[in-house]
């Protein structure tokens, strides 16, 4: 079983920056791909970022390429997604979660086995 715990979001303005970080309970982080999801209110969650076990691959969402940034530090097993120039259409609950599988990468929330709680962003225009 994998427990993932968001943290850093908060309320920010237009075209600031926020650094979400996602804690994994895990023996080894490096067996699982990992992503970033988000849910706008009455929204369907939707993919923002995805990283290979070894952070060699990343895949964006295109409307946050050039903007957000996902990272992964597998020995305090824990996944980053940087977030630059945000925008207000930025605001949404975001997720961590964790592929079942290392050999994929996944742009599909029905990949993806294990979530977090979410953590809430808000940009202000």
């Known amino acids: 079983q994998v427990q993932l715990e968001e943290s850093g979001g908060e309320l920010v303005q237009a075209g600031g920056s926020l650094r979400l970080s996602c804690v994994a309970s895990v023996r080894t982080l490096s067996n699982y791909a990992m992503g970033w999801f988000r849910q706008a209110p009455g929204k369907e969650r939707e993919f923002v970022a995805a990283?290979?076990?070894?952070?060699?691959?990343?895949f964006y969402v295109d409307s946050v390429k050039g903007r957000f940034t996902i990272s992964r530090d597998n020995a305090k097993n824990t996944v980053y997604l940087e977030m630059n120039s945000l925008k207000p259409e930025d605001t949404a609950v975001y997720y961590c979660?964790?592929?079942?599988?290392?050999?994929?990468?996944?742009?599909?929330?029905?990949?993806?086995?294990?979530w977090g709680q979410g953590t809430q962003v808000t940009v202000s225009s």
């Open positions: 990283i290979s076990w070894n952070g060699a691959s990343t």
């Open positions: 979660a964790a592929d079942r599988s290392r050999l994929r990468v996944g742009t599909s929330k029905y990949e993806y086995a294990y």
